[in-house]
């Protein structure tokens, strides 16, 4: 469970973007103050659920005096028609809140679903499913989250944690060894590096110089399956480059550690859930 104080700014800057300056006319003037409703967050289709703290923290900013029903939690495998929460009160907040709600709730399901897909096609494997930084501007820590509930695990969450020395900056540096010694000569204690190598040359030199993990990128399985075997578990092993769930079988056989995949984030679709009121 990520801490509210860290999701409620993200949810915040959703609501503020969906009140505009005046609110939510509509249901200021359709809807009788006074009026109440119960209403249940239903699965139109299979997926994982995630983003469910966030969703009901938007109706809770714009109403603390709402109820939560929880019928599910985050990391659950759904169903079609599946209840996963009622509110329950006022129906003017619940209303104004939904649509921010479900964005959040959809979206962060989407991924976590997508994750799951992806991890379990390289089921019995040594292979986990890590990200990437290729998520959406302010929802990367929703999406992250996303993927530890689908089954996968976390790159680096931006670039102050770890260090990734990829092409342009070896082209900049001037190769692979400078580049890795000046990394080394900058990086603290706790810093791990990793290096992208495009090809067994590229690898054998970074080996020489030592490093933390190396990044295959767009490798052939066959060309990968020799990779490992050169890095012998002297680094940990990562692959990349067009991963998808009609690839990533296929990569995981070739023994590596890690498979990076920026589609789980950037190109997952949304879990479609809805509100029905009652």
């Given amino acids: 469970m990520i801490p509210r104080l860290l ?8 609501l503020l973007e969906d009140l505009g300056r005046a609110g939510d006319i509509t249901t200021d003037a359709v809807v009788p103050a006074d009026a109440r ?12 659920l995630g983003g469910l703290e966030a969703a009901l923290m938007a109706w809770d900013l714009l109403d603390p005096g709402l109820e939560f029903e929880r019928l599910c939690e985050d990391g659950a495998r759904l169903g079609r028609g599946h209840r996963v929460a009622v509110v329950r009160g006022r129906a003017g907040p619940v209303l104004t809140g939904e649509r921010v709600a479900l964005n959040l709730l ?12 992806l991890a379990d096609a390289v089921a019995g494997t040594k292979a986990k499913i890590v990200c990437t930084r290729k998520t959406t501007p302010g929802l990367r820590l929703l999406e992250k989250y996303a993927v530890r509930l689908g089954g996968g695990a976390n790159h680096r969450f931006g670039l102050d944690d770890a ?16 580049a890795l010694e000046r990394a080394k000569r900058h990086a603290g204690h706790l810093v791990k590096i990793e290096i992208e190598v495009d090809t067994l040359d590229q690898l054998a030199e970074a080996l020489g110089v030592g490093v933390d993990a190396v990044l295959l990128d767009n490798m052939t399985p066959e060309t990968m399956r020799r990779a490992v075997a050169m890095v012998d578990g002297r680094a940990i092993t990562e692959a990349s480059g067009r991963i998808n769930l009609e690839t990533a079988p ?19 679709p949304i879990l479609d859930l809805g509100l029905d009121t009652a």
Wanted: proline share 3%; charged share 15%; net charge positive.
């Fill in 7 to 14: 999701v409620e700014p993200i949810v915040r800057a959703a």
């Fill in 37 to 48: 409703v119960e209403a249940t967050i239903v699965a139109r289709q299979s997926g994982v």
């Fill in 106 to 117: 959809c979206r962060v399901s989407g991924v976590a679903s997508a994750t799951r897909v």
């Fill in 163 to 178: 260090m990734l020395i990829k092409d342009n900056h070896i082209a900049l540096a001037g190769g692979v060894r400078p």
């Fill in 250 to 268: 296929a990569i995981a056989a070739t023994g590596v550690d890690l498979i990076s995949s920026g589609w789980i984030t950037h190109s997952a």
